[in-house]
């Protein structure tokens, strides 16, 4: 779930079918992208940015394209094998390869995975202090 996205709208009141509506798409498409079923592109972010006044780097945060990219990556190593010349090499050489390689990367993306995670708290922390600022400020008026 892009729990930015869930925050803003129930901060704001907006029912799913509204935010669709200002979003100009259907209540289904909008569900999908709450829901991660479908990624946010950069015109979405853009529109969200201007309807919650939030930087639209907070909508964009997403764990499933994180899983995505991390798929990408241990393609393009495996891929590395299949390069001419690799053929060269013993196999217990490529059988070692793939293993260090494969440890090295899982650490890499643990690692970068962390370090990711503690960015999207940090955004979503930010993402309802400006909403909740805004709220406040809304009241006041």
């Known amino acids: 779930m892009n729990s930015v996205l869930y ?18 798409m259907d209540e ?16 979405t972010c853009l529109k969200l940015r201007k309807i919650f006044d939030i930087p639209a780097d907070y909508f964009y ?17 495996l891929s590395l094998l299949k390069l001419p010349g ?3 090499l013993p196999p217990e050489i490529h059988v070692k390869m793939v293993a260090m ?20 708290l940090k955004r979503e922390n930010a993402a309802i202090r400006d909403l909740y600022t805004a709220l406040i400020e809304e009241k006041r008026l």
């Open 7 to 24: 925050i803003a709208r129930k901060a704001k009141g907006f029912t799913e079918g509204q935010l669709a509506r200002l979003l100009n």
């Open 28 to 43: 289904k498409t909008y569900v999908e992208l709450e829901n991660e079923v479908r990624l946010l592109d950069k015109d």
């Open 61 to 77: 945060i997403s764990i499933k394209r994180e899983a995505t990219l991390r798929a990408n990556t241990m393609k393009d190593v």
């Open 86 to 88: 690799a053929g060269l």
């Open 101 to 120: 390689g494969t440890e090295a990367l899982m650490a890499h993306q643990e690692l970068y995975a962390a370090y990711h995670e503690i960015d999207i």
